[in-house]
């Protein structure tokens, strides 16, 4: 197998399906052996390995990163995907909504680092890769709960990076923008006007669409990679320019 990431291992937390599992496929595309963490990992095809986590449950996050090393040999990229959206303002989500929402978040992230350190420390390649979110940068309405665990997402990936420099594990992010998935396909499905709604999110996006899994993959490819050698505690935005540029409105 030829590629920038022959001969390494690779965990997908959320790998069967959407961004995850656009990464894994590009990971093993690019000569990664793959293992794909999910609560429904059956469906995830060959070469990719599924392996059942929830990863709120940290029993489950240990035995399956477990697993993992087990079967592939060792750890050298953790890529932390897994994660739940919701909506509302500030007054609209109970507070078991927001314990879930961080529990998933951003607890997960910690536990499957914290199972996955042991390895990464054993890498000469060791990189992490948090899937994050514009909304972690910019402020959009009816996301008051999500965004904030992504904003907690961003501040965990630039610490856990210093934490972690000297023992030579980088640690990055990505930012998508709004992101074509099946997550934001049940959400047009519950939208008054599935269309409209769909419409307003492309426009939100400076280029006039959505992102695609395929375009955020290939940025955590190569934030996780050896090619990125140098970048540690950064984050990636793919976002069609929502964070940076202020255009005109199209006419």
Not at 177 to 206: H, S, Y
Request: glycine share 10%; aromatic share 2%; with cysteine.
């Amino acid at each position: 197998m030829t590629g920038e990431l022959a001969g390494l291992s690779a965990v997908v937390t959320g790998g069967a399906s959407g961004i995850g599992l656009a990464t894994a496929r590009l990971l093993a595309a690019r000569g990664a052996r793959v293992a794909c963490l999910d609560l429904t990992p059956e469906g995830v095809p060959e070469p990719l390995i599924g392996i059942r986590a929830d990863v709120a449950d940290d029993d489950t996050v240990k035995a399956a990163v477990e697993q993992a090393a087990q079967r592939l040999g060792g750890i050298d990229v953790l890529v932390n995907n897994a994660g739940i959206g919701a909506q509302g303002g500030i007054e609209d989500n109970p507070d078991d909504e927001w314990r879930k929402v961080f529990d998933v978040n951003v607890f997960g992230i910690v536990r499957t680092t914290r199972a996955a350190l042991p390895h990464l420390r054993r890498s000469s390649s060791a990189a992490i890769v948090n899937t994050c979110s514009i909304a972690a940068t910019a402020g959009l309405p009816d996301r008051v709960l999500y965004s904030a665990t992504k904003g907690a997402v961003l501040a965990l990936t630039r610490a856990t990076a210093a934490d972690l420099v000297r023992s030579g594990i980088r640690v990055n992010c990505v930012n998508p923008g709004t992101a074509d998935t099946p997550w934001i396909d049940r959400l047009l499905a519950r939208a008054a006007d599935p269309e409209a709604e769909r419409a307003a999110l492309n426009a939100r996006q400076p280029m006039g669409r959505l992102v695609t899994a395929d375009e955020v993959a290939h940025a955590i490819a190569y934030l996780a990679s050896p090619l990125s050698g140098s970048t540690t505690g950064t984050d990636l935005a793919v976002d069609g320019g929502m964070s940076g540029l202020r255009t005109r409105p199209r006419t």
